[in-house]
C-alpha cells in the first residue's frame, strides 16, 4: 500500500514537471511565434511598385529603369481611375463653379468696355449677363435637381442670342449643360454628404496610389510622398476606400457601434460607382505587388521616424554599446572574483563585499541609469575632455556597471568550482600564485566565465532604462566616433511604442525592431556558447 | 632570500633578486659515488618538528632523517599525520589557514619554514605526485613543460626534456604520438604516470608521493611502483601508502605514524620482521588500525 502510494507519487511528480516544462514552452511559443511572424513580415511582404520607387528614390536601391518601366505600366490604369473621379467631382465642388461663374461675368464687362459697345446695347447686354449669372448661381445654390432644372433651362434658352456670340459669356453655357447633366444624374441634395465621402475617398486613393502625378509634392516628408508600398497597407486602403465606416450612437451610456456600409451602394447611379469595382479589379494591377525578401531591413537607415525603411544604425549601435560593455565588465568582473575567492580573507568585511555585490545585481536598471548620466556622463567623462553629452562610451560604461555583479557572480563562482588538485598541482610545480591563476584557474574556468559573459551580454543588449540617459537617441546620425550618442534597437523599440501612431501605421517595422534585438541577442549568445564549447572541449581532451 | 639546491637553469633567472636577499647560498647536494647508503648525508631531516592546524597538532615531535637515492615508506592509520608530514616538506600545507609549524624540517640543510625561503625553487627542488591523478586540462605535452617552461626553458630543449621525462616516466612510448591530446583523456595509470613525468620536469631531487596508487587499479599499481624502484636510483622518494605490502615491496625504508607521531623508523626488513615497538607489530601484522 506504502509502496503504491510513493509510486503514484513519483508519478504525479513527473507529470507535474512535465506539466510545467510544457506549460513554459508554450508560453514562451505563445509570445515568441507571434512576435517573430509580424517581425518577420518587415522583411518579408508583397511589396508594390511603390516600394520600388520609394527605395530607389530614399536609398537608391534597385533598378531605375525597372522600376519606371514598370511605373510607366501602371500609369494608364490609375489614370482611368483619376478620370472617374475628376468627372463626379467637378460637379460637387460649387465653390469653385461660383467664383468662375462671376469671373465670366467680370470678364464678359470688361470685353464690353475694350468693344466700345454703344451704351444702350451695353446696358442690354450687361443685364442680361447679370440674369444669366444670377439664374446660375440659383441653380447652383437649389437643394433639388429638380428645382435647379428651370434655372438651368431660362440660361440655356439665351443660348443662340447675338449678342453674346464669341464672348465671354459663351462659357455661361458650357457650365449650364455640363451642371445639368449632373442635376440630372446626382442626387443632389446628398450633396454635402458626397463631398464628406469624396474627401474620404480621395485620402484613400492618395493612400494607395500616392500623389496624382503632376500635382506638387506634398510638405510633411517621405511618407506623404508614397501609396501603399506594402500589400497588407494597400489591403487597408482598399477598405477604406470601399467602405464608409460610421460610428453610430446606441443610446446615452453606450458604446458607438461600428457601422460599414459600401461606398458604391452610397454612391449608386452615380458617375463615381463605376470607380469601385474598377478599383478593386485592378487594384493589383495599380500596384504590382510582389513577394519582396527586404534583407536590406538590418542595415538600411529608417525614412519618416520608421515609416519606411529600417534598423541599420539601430544594429550597429546595439552591437556597439553590447560589446563595449561587455569588454570593460569582463576584466573588471574576472579580477575582481578572482580577488575574491584567491585572495580575499573570509572575513566580516569581505562576506559584506559579498553580499554588496549580490544585491547590486538585483538594484532596478534604472538606479544605474541615473547613477550612469551623474558619474559617468556628467562627472568623469569631461574630466577627459568629452562633453557632457550622451555618448557611447559614456552609455557603455554604465552597461557595463549594470552587468559587473553578474560577470563576478559566475566568475566566482566558475573559479571557486576548479578543482583544488590543479591549483595544487601548479603550486607544487614551483609555480606563483598569479602564474598559477593565470594558467591554470582561469582557462579552466573559463566556461563558466564565458556563461556569465553570456547572460551579462543579453542583458546589456535589452536594457533600456540606463542607456535612456547616457547613449540612446531616438533619431540622429549614424555615430562617428565614441563620444556621440547613437541609436540602438532597446531603445528604438521603446521609442516607437510610446511615440506617435506610427507605431499603429507601421507596425511590421516595430516588431521587426524587436525581432532583430532577439535575434542579435540569440547571436550573440550563439557565439559565446559555441566559445565555451570549444573551450570546454579543449579542457576536456 | 633561501634557495634550496639551486638548478643550473634556474641561476640566470634568480640572479637579479639573489644579489638583494640575505642569502643562505646552499651548495648542489652531490650525491657521493655508489656504496653504502648509510654513508650518505640525510636529505631531509626534521628536528622535533610539530604542524598544528590552529590548536589541534596534525604532527607533533617528529624527529628522522630520510636518506637520498632511496624509499622511504610512511605507513600508519588514517588520521595520523602521514600526509600532513608529507605536505610540510614542500609547504603545501600553506594553503590551508591557519597553520604553524615548530621545531626545524630541513631539506638539504636548510630550513623550510624559514620565512625567507624561496618557495617556487623549494617546490622545484621537491616535486610532489597527488593521491588523485590530477593532470591539467591541457595537452600531454603542456602537461609536462609546465614546470620547464616556469623556469624558462623553451624550444627545443623543451621538446626533450619532455622526452626524457616522459621516457622516465614509462610514458613516452603510449602517448608519443599524442602529445597534442588532452590529458585528461588518459587512463587513470596513465594520468597518473603523467603526474609523475611533470613532478619529474622541474628535475627535482626529492619526490614527494602522497599514496600515488590509491586510485589505481592493480595493474597500473604495479607500473608505478615498478616505476618507482626505477626512480630511486636517481631520486629520494617519500611515499606515503595504506597499503603494507606496497611498503614492503618497495620502499628501503619505512617510518611508521600513529596519532600524529612517529612512533617507529627503521630499515623496512626490521620493520616487517622484527619490529621494536609493540605498536608497530600490531600494525603490519594487522591487528591494529
Known amino acids: ?47 508594390t511598385v511603390e516600394f520600388r520607387r520609394m527605395q530607389m528614390e530614399q536609398f537608391g536601391h534597385g533598378d531605375s529603369a525597372a522600376v519606371n518601366a514598370e511605373l510607366a505600366q501602371v500609369a494608364p490604369i490609375r489614370q482611368k481611375a483619376y478620370e472617374i473621379l475628376d468627372r463626379f467631382s467637378a460637379g460637387l465642388d460649387t465653390t469653385e463653379l461660383v467664383s468662375r461663374i462671376r469671373q465670366i461675368h467680370r470678364q464678359f464687362g470688361a470685353q464690353l468696355t475694350n468693344r466700345e459697345v454703344p451704351p444702350d446695347q451695353y446696358e442690354t447686354a450687361r443685364d442680361l449677363s447679370r440674369m444669366l449669372r444670377d439664374e446660375l ?15 438651368l433651362d431660362a440660361v440655356l434658352a439665351h443660348d443662340q442670342d447675338a449678342a453674346l456670340k464669341d464672348t465671354a459669356a ?54 506623404q510622398r508614397y501609396g501603399a508600398t506594402r500589400w497588407d497597407q494597400a ?30 451602394q452610397q454612391f449608386a447611379g452615380t458617375p463615381l ?38 534598423v541599420g544604425p539601430e544594429t550597429l549601435g546595439t552591437l556597439l554599446v553590447t560589446v563595449l560593455a561587455v569588454v570593460v565588465a569582463l576584466p573588471l568582473g574576472v579580477v575582481a572574483a578572482a580577488y575574491l575567492v584567491e585572495c580575499a580573507p573570509d572575513t566580516h568585511s569581505t562576506r559584506a563585499l559579498r553580499t554588496c555585490i549580490n544585491t547590486l545585481a538585483g538594484v532596478p536598471s534604472i538606479v544605474f541609469g541615473l547613477f550612469g548620466q551623474a558619474f559617468f556622463m556628467l562627472y568623469l567623462l569631461p574630466k577627459f575632455g568629452l562633453r557632457r553629452d550622451s555618448s557611447i562610451i559614456a552609455g557603455s560604461l554604465t552597461l557595463a556597471v549594470l552587468v559587473l555583479p553578474v560577470v563576478i557572480r559566475a566568475s566566482e563562482e566558475a573559479i571557486r568550482t576548479v578543482p583544488r588538485a590543479f591549483r595544487e598541482a601548479a603550486l607544487a610545480l614551483g609555480a606563483g600564485r598569479l602564474h598559477c591563476f593565470l594558467t591554470v584557474t582561469l582557462p579552466a574556468a573559463l566556461p563558466g566565465i564565458l556563461t556569465g559573459l553570456i547572460l551579462s551580454m543579453s542583458r546589456a543588449a535589452g536594457e533600456t532604462a540606463p542607456i535612456l540617459f547616457t547613449v540612446a537617441v531616438a533619431s540622429g546620425p549614424v555615430p562617428r566616433s565614441l563620444a556621440q550618442p547613437t541609436r540602438t534597437l532597446s531603445y528604438g523599440c521603446y521609442d516607437m511604442a510610446v511615440g506617435d501612431r506610427i507605431a499603429m501605421l507601421a507596425p511590421h517595422n516595430l516588431f521587426g525592431m524587436v525581432v532583430t534585438l532577439v535575434a542579435i541577442v540569440l547571436l550573440l549568445n550563439a557565439a559565446a556558447i559555441a566559445l565555451r564549447g570549444r573551450v570546454a572541449r579543449r579542457l576536456r581532451g | 632570500m633561501i634557495e634550496v639546491n639551486e638548478m643550473p637553469q634556474r641561476k640566470v633567472l634568480a640572479a637579479g633578486t639573489a644579489a638583494k636577499t640575505t642569502d643562505v647560498k646552499m651548495a648542489n ?64 600545507n600553506d594553503l590551508i589557514p591557519n597553520t604553524r609549524a615548530e621545531g626545524t624540517l630541513c631539506v638539504n640543510d636548510v630550513n623550510v619554514y624559514d620565512r625567507r625561503i624561496n618557495l617556487a625553487n623549494l617546490r622545484q627542488q621537491v616535486g610532489m605526485v597527488f593521491q588523485k591523478p590530477n593532470p591539467f586540462p591541457k595537452t600531454i605535452y603542456a602537461n609536462v613543460a609546465y614546470g620547464p617552461r616556469l623556469q624558462g626553458v623553451h624550444g627545443r630543449a623543451l621538446d626533450e626534456q619532455v622526452e626524457q621525462c616522459l621516457r622516465h616516466a614509462a610514458l613516452w612510448e603510449e602517448v608519443k604520438d599524442y602529445l597534442d591530446r588532452s590529458a585528461l583523456g588518459l587512463s587513470g595509470g596513465q594520468q597518473q604516470r603523467l603526474c609523475l613525468a611533470r613532478a619529474l620536469a622541474t628535475q627535482p631531487n626529492v619526490l614527494l608521493m602522497d599514496e600515488p596508487c590509491s586510485a589505481l587499479d592493480p595493474i597500473a599499481t604495479a607500473k608505478i611502483e615498478e616505476l618507482i624502484i626505477s626512480l630511486k636510483d636517481e631520486y629520494t622518494i617519500v611515499i606515503v601508502t595504506h597499503n603494507m605490502q606496497q611498503a614492503a615491496r ?40
Not at chain 1, 437643394?143 to 434655372?151: C, F, I, S, V
Open chain 2, 250 to 289: 618497495i620502499s628501503d625504508r619505512t617510518a611508521f605514524f600513529c596519532l600524529g607521531e612517529l612512533i617507529e623508523y627503521d630499515q623496512t626488513k626490521v620493520i616487517f620482521t622484527n619490529p621494536v615497538r609493540k605498536q608497530t607489530e600490531e600494525y603490519v601484522t594487522g591487528r591494529f588500525g
Open chain 1, 137 to 151: 448661381l440659383a441653380a447652383l445654390d437649389a437643394p433639388d435637381g429638380a428645382l435647379a432644372l428651370p434655372h
Open chain 1, 170 to 223: 459663351g462659357a455661361y453655357f458650357d457650365i449650364a449643360r455640363e451642371y445639368r447633366r449632373i442635376a440630372t444624374s446626382v442626387d443632389l441634395p446628398r450633396r454635402e454628404e458626397y463631398a464628406q465621402s469624396l474627401a474620404k475617398i480621395s485620402e484613400a486613393m492618395k493612400g494607395l496610389l500616392g500623389p496624382r502625378p503632376g500635382q506638387p509634392v506634398p510638405e510633411g516628408g517621405a511618407m
Open chain 1, 235 to 264: 489591403q487597408q486602403q482598399l477598405d477604406q476606400l470601399l467602405w464608409d465606416e460610421q460610428w453610430v450612437s446606441q443610446g446615452p451610456g453606450r458604446p458607438l457601434k461600428k457601422v460599414l456600409t459600401p461606398r458604391a
Open chain 1, 273 to 310: 460607382a463605376e470607380l469601385f469595382p474598377y478599383v478593386q479589379q485592378n487594384a493589383a494591377a495599380m500596384l504590382g505587388p510582389r513577394w519582396t525578401f527586404y534583407g536590406r531591413f538590418f542595415t538600411d537607415d529608417n525614412v519618416s521616424s520608421h515609416y519606411f525603411g529600417g
Open chain 1, 1 to 47: 500500500m506504502k509502496y503504491a502510494l510513493r509510486q503514484t507519487a513519483d508519478k504525479l511528480f513527473t507529470v507535474g514537471a512535465l506539466l510545467a516544462v510544457v506549460l513554459i514552452v508554450a508560453a514562451l511559443a505563445g509570445i515568441l511565434l507571434p512576435m517573430i511572424w509580424r517581425g518577420s513580415s518587415a522583411v518579408v511582404f508583397r511589396g
Open chain 2, 29 to 92: 647536494y652531490v650525491p657521493q659515488a655508489a656504496g653504502p647508503e648509510q654513508q650518505l648525508p640525510a636529505i631531509i631531516r626534521a628536528d622535533r618538528f610539530s604542524l598544528y592546524y590552529g590548536s589541534h597538532a596534525g604532527v607533533k615531535d617528529i624527529t628522522f632523517d630520510i636518506y637520498p637515492r632511496a624509499v622511504t615508506a610512511i605507513i600508519g592509520p588514517s588520521g595520523c599525520g602521514k600526509s600532513t608530514f608529507l605536505r610540510s616538506i614542500n609547504r603545501m
